[in-house]
């Protein structure tokens, strides 16, 4: 079996500067490693620790570890790398440009028009979603356009009407009416 391994204090900070910065912690990632800090440093194990915090007992080794070399810097959670983006910046900025034009024009586009759009115009074929979430994260909405109610306008009223009295005439069929027996 191993030996059981704890938070140490790092450099001047100790078990009253952790439990002040758990307390005062907003980001619900940093308060739950901390909480493993200080729950190491009143001297629980790893398992009772990660019984505790629901996570396994690798995982509190692992931030015990970065604690006890950076402190609080090696709680902090570290850059990952991602897919690249498909548009540079300055090509997400004209494209949003353009859509923010069509949309106070009046024209309703959809993420695969705006898809085509930047093939066209940049040679990149993002996906739809992709060209969905970029839309997003520069504050566009989608929004399904409503159905446009006839009785809104008089011009609409007026040709609603006569349309329906011309079906009904051509729908007209004749009664017979027999005398029951």
Same mark, same amino acid.
């Given at each position: 079996?191993?030996?059981?391994?704890?938070?140490?204090? &790092?450099?001047?900070?100790? +078990?009253?500067?952790?439990?002040?910065?758990?307390?005062?912690?907003?980001?619900?990632?940093?308060?739950?490693?901390?909480?493993?800090?200080?729950?190491?440093?009143?001297?629980? +194990?790893?398992?009772?620790?990660?019984?505790?915090?629901?996570?396994?007992?690798?995982?509190?080794?692992? #931030?015990?570890?970065? #604690?006890?070399?950076?402190? &609080?810097?090696?709680?902090?959670?570290?850059?990952?790398?991602?897919?690249?983006?498909?548009?540079?910046?300055?090509?997400?900025?004209?494209?949003?440009? #353009?859509?923010?034009?069509?949309?106070?024009?009046?024209?309703?586009?959809?993420?695969?028009?705006?898809?085509? +759009?930047?093939?066209?115009?940049?040679?990149?074929?993002?996906?739809?979603?992709?060209?969905?979430?970029?839309?997003?994260?520069?504050?566009?909405? #989608?929004?399904?356009?409503?159905?446009?109610?006839?009785?809104?306008?008089?011009?609409?009223?007026?040709?609603?009407?006569?349309?329906?009295?011309?079906?009904?005439?051509?729908?007209?069929?004749?009664?017979?009416?027999?005398?029951?027996?």
């Amino acid at each position: 079996m191993a030996a059981p391994y704890f938070a140490e204090p &790092f450099g001047n900070l100790n +078990h009253c500067a952790v439990e002040t910065a758990y307390r005062t912690a907003t980001d619900g990632r940093m308060k739950e490693r901390l909480l493993m800090v200080l729950l190491s440093m009143e001297g629980r +194990h790893a398992p009772e620790i990660a019984a505790a915090v629901h996570r396994t007992p690798e995982t509190v080794l692992r #931030w015990l570890h970065r #604690w006890n070399k950076s402190g &609080f810097g090696g709680l902090d959670d570290r850059p990952y790398s991602g897919r690249p983006p498909v548009l540079t910046p300055e090509e997400q900025a004209v494209t949003v440009k #353009w859509v923010n034009e069509q949309a106070e024009s009046g024209r309703r586009l959809t993420c695969r028009q705006i898809s085509v +759009h930047i093939f066209e115009n940049f040679g990149k074929k993002p996906d739809h979603d992709t060209v969905c979430r970029m839309l997003h994260r520069h504050g566009s909405s #989608w929004k399904k356009p409503g159905k446009q109610d006839h009785r809104g306008d008089p011009a609409l009223q007026c040709e609603f009407k006569k349309n329906l009295k011309k079906r009904e005439k051509k729908n007209r069929q004749p009664v017979f009416f027999t005398k029951m027996k």
